[in-house]
């Protein structure tokens, strides 16, 4: 056992000088091979022909914090080109042994009563498999949003949080990477892989829609810290996505007459 320890920590060492090395010249670890067979994309314009908002659950005291969900508005906002707004709370009671959690905060809880413009639950749940989900609920009409909602992992980020990582980064890494999914990034095949158990994510280990803990996230979070940004593919479709979906309402409002 104490050899195993001395072996782990004399490769996390080695791991660290070559990294210390590695940023002297800006280099960081591969991106993965795109897999031209999966089907994804395009980047869902629904969401984004206004501003989006999101709405924090509380269930049993726990939500996902303030600052998390603020930095990742911001983040979230510069890359859509238009705001990103966290609203009020809304708390939801829940009888014990209640398993559907998404189901049942979607039928009590105000805020998916009226969904204009776009608003996201940010719901925390129980477990520790992962640190969040995201689910949409059917594709709304035009000019009226979708039923979306990030499900956030209390345990799982606290478990998974540490040395390498701060609970606050990962916590804004949850909230963008599943807001990623419910936007559709990665929208195109060319930078896309398949995740067993966990679906479709980019190959890019340096943006945040990576996913999972290998040595190309070990190396790129030593060379260049915790990813919390989108690569520059994920970005450029989050953009023309943005783009096109404040076309598309502009568009609308003048075939009604509105403005």
Request: with cysteine; glycine share 12%.
């Amino acid at each position: 056992m104490a050899l195993a320890k001395l072996v782990a920590i004399s490769a996390f060492v080695a791991l660290v000088a070559l990294g210390e090395a590695g940023a002297l010249v800006g280099c960081a670890a591969p991106s993965r091979k795109g897999d031209a067979s999966l089907r994804v994309g395009p980047v869902s314009r629904a969401y984004l022909e206004s501003e989006v908002r999101l709405r924090p659950v509380v269930i049993g005291g726990l939500r996902a914090p303030d600052d998390a969900l603020r930095a990742a508005a911001s983040r979230l906002g510069k890359h859509v080109g238009r705001e990103v707004v966290v609203e009020d709370a809304c708390e939801v009671e829940l009888e014990p042994g209640e398993y559907d959690v998404v189901q049942r905060v979607i039928e009590r809880c105000e805020a998916v009563r009226a969904m204009t413009p776009t608003t996201v639950l940010v719901v925390p749940a129980s477990g520790a498999w992962v640190t969040g989900y995201a689910t949409s609920r059917g594709e709304g009409e035009p000019g009226r949003g979708r039923r979306a909602v990030v499900v956030v992992m209390p345990e799982g980020i606290a478990r998974r949080s540490g040395f390498f990582v701060r609970p606050s980064k990962l916590w804004e890494w949850t909230l963008v990477h599943e807001m990623g999914h419910v936007l559709g990034v990665p929208a195109s095949s060319s930078h896309a892989w398949d995740v067993e158990g966990l679906g479709v994510h980019c190959t890019n280990p340096g943006c945040v829609m990576y996913t999972g803990f290998d040595w190309r996230v070990l190396w790129t979070g030593i060379v260049r810290g915790w990813p919390l940004e989108f690569c520059e593919d994920c970005a450029r479709e989050l953009r023309e996505a943005g783009e096109a979906g404040g076309a598309e309402r502009v568009n609308r409002e003048r075939n009604l007459g509105v403005g």
